[in-house]
């Protein structure tokens, strides 16, 4: 039971350049989100998805595309890499309903030059 | 709709001390509030957890109490030891919201032996 798991760790992007990041999870969980996460402004939401084939879009959706064909992956993709985009992206995923606990992946550090 | 402030945003206390960390809500229909621990290079990871029907929660060291009325909840740890030093992060949700958890900004806890 790998839980959830991303790839990859750590990126480089020059400035237009497009990319995926991966989310997987074995564990069975209806949701699923990304987050950003930048100094001093905590962790926020840019996609999440309560199953497969359903999506929505979060606190700061803008420059990214997310779409959920399985209930295991969940990718996150920038279209037009922008210097703004330089974070570190965490996915998370839960059960749903009111099991809410959320468990987190270990990130991917990205870079865009 | 949701924000979330959290206070302080550094936190420096000696080993056996309690340290307590504050958030506040906006949206009066959230209901479910957890706190995360992040240690260095790792993704946030559940410590505990609180609903809007019940006023505390306690686990061993760490306590959290919610104030529905003033729409505020904090994290206390009690006898802090060296490896309680991390960022924690409130957040905020509403059950059955696709796991869509608002972040506070987070607080850098440094406990010193």
């Known amino acids: 039971n790998a839980g959830v798991t991303q790839t990859p760790k750590f990126q480089v992007l020059k400035t237009g350049q497009s990319m995926t990041l991966q989310c997987a999870q074995d564990m069975n969980h209806e949701y699923m989100s990304w987050y950003r996460q930048d100094p001093g402004m905590g962790l926020r939401l840019i996609h999440y998805?309560?199953?497969?084939?359903?999506?929505d879009q979060g606190e700061v959706p803008n420059g990214y595309n997310v779409s959920r064909s399985t209930t295991e992956d969940f990718p996150l993709r920038l279209l037009s890499a922008a210097p703004s985009q330089t974070s570190v992206y965490f996915c998370a995923s839960s059960y749903g309903g009111v099991r809410t606990e959320a468990f987190f992946g270990q990130g991917t550090r990205l870079t865009v030059v | 709709g949701e924000n979330v402030e959290q206070h302080p945003s550094t936190l420096s206390v000696q080993e056996g001390d309690s340290a307590v960390i504050k958030c506040t809500y906006s949206?009066?229909?959230?209901?479910?509030f957890p706190w995360y621990k992040q240690e260095l290079g790792k993704g946030p990871q559940l410590i505990i957890d609180?609903?809007?029907?019940?006023g505390e929660k306690k686990d061993q060291r760490i306590a959290v109490t919610l104030n529905k009325t003033a729409k505020h909840f904090s994290l206390h740890i009690t006898e802090t030891q060296p490896e309680d030093s991390a960022v924690y992060f409130c957040a905020a949700s509403i059950n059955n919201q696709g796991g869509k958890l608002i972040f506070g900004q987070g607080t850098e806890l440094s406990v010193k032996p």
């Open positions: 949206d009066s229909a959230s209901n479910y």
């Open positions: 998805s309560v199953g497969a084939g359903i999506t």
């Open positions: 609180i609903r809007s029907n019940v």
